[in-house]
Structure formats: structure tokens, C-alpha cells
């Protein structure tokens, strides 16, 4: 009987020691303040697509400057390589080719930045959204397609000449190719990013 007794008590003193689990809630109260469960991943995915978005509106400003910079260089290069004899540029039809390309590459890029400059600083875009990206498509494309080309033109010959010579004339020539790929470089960039933009627009 005694023993009966003990074992009672340790039961009740065990159940005592023990207070039973209470059931947790499927759920965490809203308190304005918490971030848990992905919220803090959320916001961080927000602010990412912002800026994003930020640096997408403004990289056509920017590319299209760096265009026109580098156009205008070569156009300068080529359009002053003139040292008599042989070595004048409007005796090879690739460098004349190369001169034009490059000064419809700097006018192009020139007008096209100062339409996003206007842009950005608030003013009237003078071509609507839509039409503005397909511009910036099919005329970026375009004009890196035709810096290509006057390249492709003029490397070879450029290569022959120094190969067999190095001088003012050559280094001029070589000097204008490099700014004309830097150009060539910076439009197809923007040709990007305005296909990246084109294929985003929505026609709703």
C-alpha cells in the first residue's frame, strides 16, 4: 500500500515538473514591424528591379555619349592624317569610307543623346515611348552595323602599311580604327539595352 502511494505522488510530481505543450499557432502576428518569413527578401528584390531600372533609363544617355566621343576622335584622326604623297587619307577609298561612317556615326550618336538628355531632365521626348525604343533598336543596330563594315574596310590596308611602315600616317589611321571600334563597342551596347527594353514593352 505504501508503495502504491509513492508511485502516485512521483506520477503527480513528474506531471507537475512537466507542464504539458502548448499548441503554437500556424502563424505569426503582424506586428507593422517584422520582416520575417522573406519579407526583408521582398524589399531587397524591390529595390534591386528599382535600381535596375534606374540604370537601364539612363545607360542610352550615357552610351550614346561615349558614341558621339569616340566618333568624333576618329572622324578628327582620319580627317587630318594628311602628310603629303602617299600618305594623304583621301587617296584610299577605305579611309574616305571610314570618314564618313565615323561623322554619320558622331551625328547620329549626338543627336541621340542630347533626345535622352532632354529626356531625363524632364522635357518632352520628341519621339513617343514606344517608337523612341524601336528608334534606338533598329538606328543603334544600324550604325554599329556600318562602323563594322568601314573596320573591315580599313584594317587590312592599315596592317600592309605598317607592316612595311611606321610612321605619323599609320599610327594616325590605327589611332582612328581604335576610336572607330570604341564607337562601334558603345552602340552595340545600346543596341542591347534597347532590345532589352523593345522586348518588355507591352502594346496594352
Given amino acids: ?3 502504491v502511494t509513492t508511485d502516485a ?6 506531471a507537475i515538473e512537466k507542464p ?3 499548441e503554437k499557432p500556424d502563424y505569426v502576428p503582424y506586428n507593422g514591424n517584422s520582416t520575417a518569413d522573406g519579407g526583408g527578401g521582398v524589399v531587397d ?3 534591386a528591379r528599382w535600381r535596375r531600372e534606374d540604370m ?3 545607360s542610352p544617355l550615357a552610351l550614346h555619349a561615349a558614341a558621339a566621343a569616340f ?3 576618329a572622324l578628327v584622326l582620319v580627317a587630318s592624317n594628311q602628310h603629303g604623297d602617299w600618305m594623304q587619307f583621301d587617296r584610299y577609298q577605305e579611309y574616305k569610307y571610314l570618314l564618313a561612317i565615323a561623322a554619320l556615326a558622331f551625328l547620329y550618336s549626338l543627336a541621340q543623346a542630347a533626345r535622352h ?3 531625363m531632365r524632364g522635357g518632352v521626348d520628341p519621339v513617343s515611348a514606344p517608337s523612341g525604343r524601336l528608334l534606338d533598336f533598329v538606328g543603334d543596330q544600324a550604325v554599329a552595323y556600318l562602323l563594322m563594315s ?4 580599313a584594317v587590312p590596308i592599315t596592317n600592309r602599311m605598317r607592316s612595311a611602315v611606321v610612321n605619323n600616317f599609320t599610327d594616325a589611321t590605327a589611332a582612328a580604327i581604335s576610336m572607330a571600334f570604341f564607337a562601334f563597342v558603345a552602340l552595340a551596347l545600346s543596341a542591347v539595352v534597347s532590345g532589352y527594353k523593345l522586348s518588355k514593352q507591352t502594346y496594352m
Avoid at 505522488?9 to 513528474?14: H, N, P, V
Avoid at 568601314?150 to 574596310?153: E, I, K
Wanted: charged fraction near 15%; proline fraction near 0%.
Fill in 45 to 47: 528584390s524591390v529595390v
Fill in 9 to 14: 505522488a512521483g506520477a503527480a510530481a513528474t
Fill in 117 to 119: 538628355a532632354l529626356r
Fill in 71 to 73: 566618333a568624333f576622335v
Fill in 1 to 3: 500500500m505504501a508503495m
Fill in 150 to 153: 568601314a573596320l573591315s574596310a
Fill in 20 to 22: 504539458a505543450d502548448t
Fill in 56 to 58: 537601364l533609363d539612363k
